[in-house]
């Protein structure tokens, strides 16, 4: 069989390797071909939904399915959007049966109407979101009594909106925070086709709410020299600090992603500088963390200088914020 002649070939965006005309994704990284069509396809697609055209958002699944490698994950999570929503479209019932529906409901009539058109209001509150987020105040209250207990709980939201709001100002779907007491938080989002740079960007997102949450606690202690405000600051940024260590489910595990060799081992490297500036131990988990990311398969081609600098700036924030707490008192 003849081979396609090399100038044909194109390089994959993440690792260079060559790929064979047509191909849909790398066969060394598995890397999407066409990310950032898809990206686009995407959000066009959700923004068609959300617009209640079920047509057009099929449509636009439909092209998307055409850039996927069939037997693929996503292909299958798209194939079961469009069968979805053609579901959809047959039980729709027609604008003259739905005009028929409410003139039988003489003067109920238009509260039915606020009543199906209130649907894009509980969407900013669903329900899961105001149960979880219940709970979660309910269990740190308990613990740590209602000042602080609250307190924590409203900094856990505000780095979960950071994520949340970033995803959505690009056009991408997310579901509200879920909060899991004595565990956590997440924010459900599909990242369908999303690239590297911006699903480090969401996840950076994340600790810079934190980092500014904590900011406040701290300037608030500085006006009023109560402690209940430092307290608030130094657990915050030490938490979000946590979270920027670059493995697991952890945010810097997506950050690191976009990063490439020499970027990850400057990371590495600030983050020992930052361990022994700011006393912080934590700072080598991070620095670990990036050494270990030396040697997985998800290194980038190309560098992505502004992550960089991102991640470093939210480190450092949290870095001065973390020491600005009072060390504890020596008893002799």
């Known amino acids: 069989m003849a081979s396609p002649p090399p100038e044909l070939y194109q390089e994959c965006a993440r690792c260079t390797a060559a790929l064979v005309p047509g191909a849909l994704e790398c066969g060394s990284c598995h890397a999407l071909v066409h990310a950032s069509r898809l990206e686009q396809l995407g959000a066009s697609a959700r923004l068609h939904e959300e617009r209640r055209e079920a047509v057009e958002a099929s449509a636009t699944w439909s092209r998307v399915l055409e850039l996927l490698p069939p037997d693929s994950a996503q292909a299958e999570w798209v194939r079961g959007r469009i069968e979805r929503l053609a579901s959809a479209m047959a039980n729709t019932p027609t604008v003259d049966a739905r005009r028929a529906w409410i003139r039988k409901l003489g003067p109920l009539a238009p509260v039915a109407i606020l009543l199906v058109n209130g649907k894009y209001l509980l969407a900013l ?25 609250v307190g924590f709980a409203i900094l856990i939201l505000l780095h979960e909106m950071g994520h949340f ?9 997310a579901d509200m925070p ?20 911006t699903r480090a960007l969401v996840s950076l997102a994340g600790p810079l709410a934190g980092c500014i949450g904590a900011a406040a606690c701290a300037l608030l202690w500085s006006k009023t020299g109560d402690a209940l405000w430092i307290g608030l600051a130094s657990v915050s940024a030490l938490l979000n600090l946590l979270n920027l260590v670059p493995i697991w489910v952890l945010d810097g595990a997506q950050a690191i992603a976009a990063l490439d060799r020499t970027e990850r081992i400057l990371l590495s490297a600030a983050a020992v500088v930052f361990a022994a500036a700011f006393g912080q131990p934590v700072f080598l988990l991070v620095a670990a963390g990036a050494g270990y990311r030396l040697f997985t398969r998800d290194i980038p081609a190309s560098p992505d200088h502004a992550v960089m600098v991102y991640y470093l700036l939210v480190l450092t924030a949290l870095g001065f914020l973390i020491a600005l707490a009072p060390p504890p008192p020596v008893h002799s």
């Open 165 to 173: 709001v970033d995803i959505k100002r690009r056009g991408l779907p």
């Open 125 to 149: 509150f669903k329900l899961k979101f105001l149960l979880s987020l219940a709970a979660f105040v309910t269990f740190y209250w308990a613990l740590y009594g209602v000042k602080f207990g």
């Open 178 to 197: 879920v909060f899991l007491p004595g565990l956590g938080a997440y924010v459900r989002w599909s990242a369908l086709g999303v690239p590297a740079r």
